[in-house]
């Protein structure tokens, strides 16, 4: 199983970004996804999870209606877009899945969003 998060990056704050996650090793169709972060000094948390079959998401209070989490199971992917950053976004981000065995993380992808 590999996870492989890309699209992270400097933003300015109110700007946007799109994070993939690039899945392969399992049935990628069969899973929640789920992307999760750990600013600098803080615990890790959950941002938000997409559940397949049925595609119903999911997210934590502040990131609401300013970020997207969508999954193309063609491509093995998943997908954070985020809009209206703003400083206290900053943080890495990780995706992952929970399989029946064990839990996979990527390696994250770093986002700073300053002037």
């Known amino acids: 199983v590999q996870l492989v998060e890309s699209g992270g990056g400097l933003v300015q704050p109110v700007g946007s970004l799109r994070l993939s996650c690039a899945a392969s090793?399992?049935?990628?169709?069969?899973?929640?996804m789920n992307w999760y972060r750990q600013a600098p000094g803080n615990e890790r948390e959950w941002v938000t999870s997409?559940?397949?079959?049925?595609?119903?998401?999911y997210y934590t209070d502040s990131v609401k209606g300013r970020f997207t989490i969508s999954r193309d199971n063609a491509k093995n992917t998943v997908y954070l877009q985020m809009n209206s950053l703003k400083p206290e976004n900053t943080a890495v981000y990780y995706c992952?899945?929970?399989?029946?065995?064990?839990?996979?993380w990527g390696l994250g992808t770093k986002v700073t969003v300053s002037s």
């Open positions: 090793g399992f049935t990628f169709s069969m899973y929640t």
């Open positions: 992952k899945v929970a399989l029946r065995t064990r839990t996979y």
């Open positions: 997409i559940i397949n079959p049925g595609g119903a998401s």
